[in-house]
């Protein structure tokens, strides 16, 4: 009974310190509930009691002073109201005060703008909606790229102003699984492993929207399975799309698989060249290597492909290529390029040949010289066999069903919008592999490359 009124005003408790907070809201709540009736009660007590009645007109004098009176009336509010502060103090402090970084605790950058979050996970990930193991110390770094905004998590009781140029901190520590929490850790029916968690959700708007022209029960249940997430400082007139969702998982491994899955670049049958500029960018090397033409601590990768490169040692090769392009990532000592230092760290173990191919595609990109086939950089990429080396690799996605010349349409090109088949193999038209794992020109592809590129990518391969 004594908890009605606030379990009415408030949603579900699901962190530490929600239930000291909702105690301090429902002692507040209850303490002006009885003062505010007490008092309102009385007052028409005495007004009925002493009112006016004709032939009484000296009611006497009453007592004037009482120390009794006057000091109870003192030091019961004053005990309330210091309960209150110190309570409050006490609470404010306790979500104040941030955990130690490390430690078991997980570190969240939150970003506000007109109108959305975007939440970057410790592995570089971002996504729109926030997801974190349960009973876990999570800090959140905030800031804006517009206006303020307020990030605020209404089961877990807190709330933090989002200033651009600030980066504002806060923590939690949700106690509470959210519903869609429960779903991701359910294993397959078999028992075989969980079930796929590479889902992709839609943001709060996008599911409201859905409802509204759809109705689709299915995007329902998925919009109410987290905890809401809101904006609560109004920042312009799409300050009430600021919807978003904080997914509880049940344990670190849930959090961990769902972070692998969809922090995959190869998710959603996703373009070569894509996947090599997310690669790239994860891999820092972009720290190193400019794609607009300038050298910075490694050489620019605009038209890098294609062309030819001198070394140190007064060698070097015609043209960048595939071989040279993988043993630069996994060996990056073996030559060095004139003018530079030997400052690239060695990406072995760290990127496999399906990578290597990805961000090639990537360099291939950006390079006048790389003549090839655009469709060439949409393919979608298989995964490597264990232990296969780069020319098997290149071999496998030769010697596929389809080096028969010029099917069309390619079944791996990712705006065709088909599903991903391992077995088969990315395609270009007219183009074979030859034995050393370089590209070849197909027919009809010659008259395509200028002289000084087809000494390189498109030649038989020099080394190896
Ligand atoms: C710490 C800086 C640094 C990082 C990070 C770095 N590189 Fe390099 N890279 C260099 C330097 C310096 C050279 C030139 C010296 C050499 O050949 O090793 C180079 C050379 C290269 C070359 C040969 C370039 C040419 O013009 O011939 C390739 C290809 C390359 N890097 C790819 C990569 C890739 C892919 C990554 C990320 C996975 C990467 N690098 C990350 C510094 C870096
Ligand atoms: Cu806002």
Known sequence: MFLFLANFLTPEPASTVAPQIDWLLYFIIWVSVIFTVGIFVGCVWLA?????????????SGPSHSNVLEITWSVIPLILVLLMAIWGFQSYMNISVLPPAGNGTLEIQVTGFKWGWQF???????????????????????????????LYFRNFRVKKDVVPGRFNKFWFNATEISPMGKDLSRKKPDGSGYEDLSWSEPSSFEVDQALLEKNDPQTLEKAKSGFDIFCAEYCGNGHSRMLSKVFVHPDEDSYNRWLAAVS???????????????????????????????????????????????????????????????????????QIVQGFGGAMPSFLGKINQRDAIAIMAYMKSISDAYKGPKEELKVVLPKPKEGQSLKDYVNGLGNAPSTAPAPAPNPNIKSEAQPYNPAGAPQSQGQG????????????????????NAAGAGEDVKKN
């Open 433 to 452: 592999r030859n034995d050393a794992g370089a590209i070849k020109p197909g027919p009809g592809q010659n008259q395509r490359r200028s002289p000084n």
């Open 264 to 334: 995959d670049p190869y998710r959603d049958n996703a373009a070569a060249v894509d996947v090599g500029l997310k690669l790239a960018k994860n891999n820092a090397c972009f720290t190193c290597h400019s794609i607009d033409g300038s050298a910075g601590t490694g050489p620019t990768w605009k038209n890098m492909w294609g062309n030819p490169v001198k070394f140190t040692d007064g060698t070097g090769i015609p043209a960048v290529d595939e071989e040279y392009v993988y043993d630069s990532i996994l060996y990056p000592q073996k």
């Open 48 to 60: 009925v009691r002493f009112r006016h009645r004709p032939g009484i007109n000296d009611m006497g």
């Open 120 to 150: 970057t996970y410790p592995n570089g990930h971002t996504e729109p909606q926030l997801h974190v193991p349960v009973n876990t110390n999570v800090r959140l770094v905030l800031t804006s790229l517009d206006v303020i905004h307020s």
